[in-house]
């Protein structure tokens, strides 16, 4: 992966969300989702969309041109029970040279004893955490998510 970096590529498995050619990092903003395992459970969270582009291969970073973005990204909940999705939606306004991780919210404690196959959305506020080359910040914003897309 430095090596790619260092060449100025996109690093594998990168969401390029923005048109034309490849830009440096200093150029783009960027979107970065974790899997966490802990004891009993895996949750994982894929960035799937930007500003309504939906991407086939999901992705755990995605870069894009600053500006306000749409993000869209499927949460899954594995444990002893049948996986739990959820899919989520957040404004983000992006600065270059930032990379924002957001803590998108477990899947919903009141969805647990619906059927997997209910319908049911929530909105609630999320932290994002911003570190930027020479700042790091935290700040809350909106995300709408929902049993289906």
């Known amino acids: ?11 594998l498995g990168t969401i390029k969300a923005y048109p034309g050619p490849v830009r440096s990092s200093d150029e783009l903003g960027a979107v970065e989702t974790v899997l966490r395992s802990e ?9 799937t ?4 582009v939906r991407f086939e291969k999901r992705g755990y970073l995605a870069q ?17 029970m049948k996986p739990r999705v959820q899919h989520c939606t957040f404004d983000l306004d992006v600065v270059p040279g930032c990379t924002y991780r957001p803590s998108i919210p477990a899947y919903p404690r009141s969805a647990y004893d619906l059927p997997p196959d209910a319908d049911w959305n929530l909105t609630r506020t999320m932290t994002v955490v911003a570190e930027c080359s020479d700042t790091q910040f935290a700040i809350q914003v909106p995300i709408d998510c929902a049993s289906k897309p």
């Open 64 to 80: 894009m041109l600053p500006g306000t973005h749409r993000i869209g990204v499927v949460g899954t909940l594995r444990s002893r």
């Open 39 to 47: 004891t009993f459970s895996v949750t994982d969270s894929e960035i």
């Open 49 to 52: 969309s930007v500003d309504g």
């Open 1 to 11: 992966m430095l090596l790619a970096l260092a060449a100025g590529c996109t690093p």
